[in-house]
C-alpha cells in the first residue's frame, strides 16, 4: 500500500478511536450524574441545582420516569447538597479523564486507557 494512504489510515483510525474514547467517557459522566432517593431517579443538571438552591419551601421536581416528586422544605437543603456534591464529583471526574484522553496521540496509547 502506498505509504501516503497508509499515514492517512492510521490518522483515521486514531480520530475514530479518539471520538469513541470521548464518547465512551461523556456516557460515563452523564451516568455519574444519576441520582436514586426514595425509589426515584433522577438526572442531576445545573438547572435543578439551581431551582433547589434558590427554593424556600417545599420543591416538587419531575424525576426521569415522569413521576412528579415533593421534597419537602426540610429535606431541600439535604437534597441540594447531596445533589451538588454529586455533580462536582462527576464533572471533576470527567475533566481529569477527559484531560487523559486529550494528552493520548497514538491508538495504542488511547486503547490502554
Do not use: W
Request: overall charge neutral; charged content about 25%.
Amino acid at each position: 500500500m502506498d505509504e501516503r494512504l497508509e499515514q492517512a489510515l492510521a490518522v483515521s483510525k486514531s480520530l475514530e478511536t479518539h471520538q469513541n474514547q470521548k464518547n465512551i467517557l461523556h456516557k460515563q459522566y452523564k451516568d455519574n450524574l444519576i441520582y436514586y432517593f426514595d425509589g426515584h431517579k433522577v438526572s442531576v443538571d445545573l438547572s435543578l441545582i439551581n431551582y433547589c438552591t434558590n427554593s424556600t419551601g417545599p420543591v416538587v421536581i419531575v424525576d426521569d420516569n415522569k413521576t412528579p416528586v415533593l421534597i419537602d422544605a426540610d429535606s431541600v437543603i439535604a437534597f441540594t447538597k447531596q445533589i451538588t456534591a454529586m455533580y462536582d464529583t462527576a464533572s471533576r471526574k470527567y475533566l481529569v479523564e477527559f484531560t487523559k484522553i486529550k494528552s493520548k496521540r497514538s491508538v495504542k496509547e488511547l486503547i490502554g486507557l
